[in-house]
């Protein structure tokens, strides 16, 4: 059994679905199928959590209605493909069907990165990051048999909300951090400090500067063993070290790979007819290339995909993949973090103000270089989006925003006695 299709999407994640409907925005006509082997219909990822705590059913997950797709005339298909033919054309799937295309998107997204320690094979021991893992995760937690202890290894976002997820239903939790606060990466010592207050605050033990060096057990894991010789008695592991670009199926195919599939500024691969977008895409930046592994990167990437891969059909110039400011937030237990522009560890004339409310579980911090704000991060404090990204483009002073910080909060009457501490830190710092 074959078929031919203008578009073939593989993988029905954000860009690979961002990818679809931008071609049929800019290409009414043109025949579109997306396979995933996964699942049937695209859903968000970051709710998967709100799915394990029963705040929400996995169809509430869905962006889109079901019958959405009929009316756009976008095909979807569950199952994997084995194998593309660049050559050909074509692509093999895993139920023995042939798909022929005029243009293909490798929209694969990223798995949980693996852990490489003894034992790491053992049943008990798992990521989270999509469907396959809440199953496993729920399997694990059922009610009836609850683990007796759960350890998370690794701190990022991930990391957090499995945390979150394993206290809801009271399983004692031991979080291992290999650094020497939370999640430097992204939050300076001083936001971290506060999210350990609130995993503890919630119940689960911490150890900081902490890596596992073994996991033992008879088929199943039972311990955990750290670098410095304790032992934790155990039988669930989440793994939350990242994730790691799905580029096997573009190796296979001899596409260009590094830590993901190599595209130009047009999410175009070496081979004309081929994109790739999203977590399993890299893409040029500032003369070198990285991977830019979140949610709204990977709908913007696939739109910049989808509407290029129109605009071959049509004849017209393609466009560049153009990054908006900078842009991630999560929750941490109950904080809410919002994060703009470049907000990395100052180097050179890159400067940070960071500032924690007195008696408050909220922490503000300005990146900036020339006395001209680069970025924002801030816990425990709501940021307004448009003011944030608005100052950042003008290259507004830290002065100014200082003095006018009120307006970018959704909680003025915070401020009302709370301004003036910060005022004063900042007028004593210059």
């Known amino acids: 059994m074959s078929e031919t299709v203008d578009l073939l999407v593989i993988g029905n994640g954000i860009a690979g679905i961002s990818a679809a409907l931008e071609f049929r925005r800019l290409h009414p006509t043109g025949s579109v199928l997306v396979v995933s082997d996964e699942s049937s219909y695209f859903y968000s990822r970051p709710a998967l959590m709100y799915v394990y705590l029963r705040t929400l059913k996995l169809e509430h997950t869905y962006p889109y209605e079901k019958k959405f797709w009929r009316k756009q005339n976008i095909a979807l298909k569950q199952a994997k493909v084995i194998a593309l033919h660049p050559p050909q054309n074509s692509a093999t799937l895993s139920d023995g069907s042939t798909i022929h295309y005029r243009y293909c998107l490798l929209a694969t997204g990223a798995i949980g990165r693996e852990l490489n320690v003894p034992g790491y094979l053992l049943a008990g021991v798992q990521t989270f990051t999509n469907l396959n893992d809440l199953a496993k995760l729920e399997a694990a937690t059922h009610p009836k048999k609850l683990p007796r202890r759960a350890i998370i290894i690794g701190g990022g976002l991930i990391g957090i909300e499995v945390c979150e997820m394993l206290r809801s239903r009271h399983i004692p939790v031991t979080f291992l951090v290999r650094e020497p606060w939370y999640f430097p990466l992204a939050l300076s010592e001083t936001e971290g400090r506060l999210v350990e207050e609130e995993i503890r605050a919630h119940g689960a033990e911490l150890w900081l500067q902490s890596e596992a060096r073994e996991f033992q057990g008879s088929g ?40 993901g599939i190599l595209v130009n500024e047009y999410q175009q691969t070496a081979i004309e007819n081929i994109f790739a977008a999203g977590d399993c895409a890299e893409v040029p930046f500032a003369g070198s290339r990285r991977l830019e ?138």
């Open 220 to 259: 199943k894991v039972e311990r955990v063993i750290t670098q410095d010789g304790r032992v934790i008695e155990a039988d669930l592991v989440v793994v939350t070290i990242g994730v790691t670009p799905r580029i096997d199926l573009a190796q296979r195919a001899a596409l260009a790979c590094e830590r």
């Open 293 to 430: 592994l979140l949610w709204y990167t990977g709908e913007r990437q696939g739109k910049t995909a989808g509407a290029n891969i129109a605009r071959l059909v049509k004849g017209e110039a393609m466009q560049p993949y153009t990054r908006d400011i900078w842009f991630n937030s999560a929750k941490f237990f109950t904080l809410d973090w919002h994060n703009y522009g470049d907000t990395n560890t100052p180097v050179g004339n890159k400067r940070e103000f960071v500032f924690r409310f007195p008696g408050e579980k909220k922490v503000l911090r300005l990146v900036y270089g020339e006395g001209k704000i680069l970025g924002f991060s801030s816990l425990g404090l709501r940021l307004r989006d448009k003011i944030c990204r608005n100052w950042i483009a003008e290259r507004r002073s830290v002065d100014y925003i200082i003095e006018h910080l009120k307006e970018a909060l959704f909680d003025p009457e915070f401020f009302k006695t709370n301004l003036k501490a910060l005022q004063t830190t900042w007028a004593a710092r210059r």
